[in-house]
């Protein structure tokens, strides 16, 4: 069975659909994300075996997580690690205070 096209929620950009992530970001509006500050964000996976780490450009030390949230065009979004390797964006569809998932950072909030 083929997966249907899937759109970028960014920039509308047509994607391969994936049944894991179905609303995922391209890369190149995941390389537009920013904190709550602004601050434009870069993301990679900790080593070869995966994980998942950020940083603030600019900035030399990473930060090691689970995921983040962040923002894109105003938009709040998830950045974590992809299954077997890479990093996806995707919208964040529920908004719970006080229950973010494990070593989930959100770096939208001041």
Known sequence: MTMPDHFCPGCGTRLRAFARYPWHFCNECRARAVDGQGQPLEFANESLSGGFMFRRAGEE?????????ARIDGRRVK????????????PVTEDIPGLAPYRQIDLTRP
């Open 61 to 69: 030390d990473w930060t090691v997580c689970g995921s983040v949230i």
């Open 79 to 90: 950045v974590h690690e992809a299954r077997f390797g890479g990093v996806v964006a995707e």
